[in-house]
């Protein structure tokens, strides 16, 4: 008996139950949500260029679909990067109003 199997038949599997589950699930309404602010940020203190930096390179290694550049990457040129997210940041909080991609997450499940 032979159980090896390719890689293109390992993806097609979970692909397959993937689809099975998004189609199962297809009818079911979303849960509701509250688009009502409960908390309120009434006065801050504007972030520093030195302090993103040092955030930035105090950061994991990591990255995700929604922020493809690799910390590494963004570490080594955080000294170029930090005005600009420094400024952000602070229009940001200052005017409420925050770029429609900072809106989005991806959340992960992990049954431990």
Request: charge should be negative; include cysteine.
């Amino acid at each position: 008996m032979n159980s090896s199997h390719t890689a293109d038949e390992f993806a097609s599997f979970f692909q397959q139950k993937i689809d099975n589950v998004r189609a199962a699930n297809a009818s079911t309404p979303p849960p509701p949500t509250a688009n009502i602010a409960t908390e309120f940020l009434e006065s801050w203190t504007e972030i520093q260029c030195d302090e993103v930096i040092k955030l930035i390179n105090r950061a994991l290694n990591k990255t995700c679909q929604l922020d493809p550049v690799p910390t590494w990457i963004v570490k080594e040129f955080s000294n170029l990067l930090a005005p600009f997210i420094t400024r952000l940041f602070n229009k940001s909080l200052d005017s409420g109003q925050y770029p429609e991609s900072f809106k989005h997450a991806v959340v992960g499940y992990c049954r431990c």
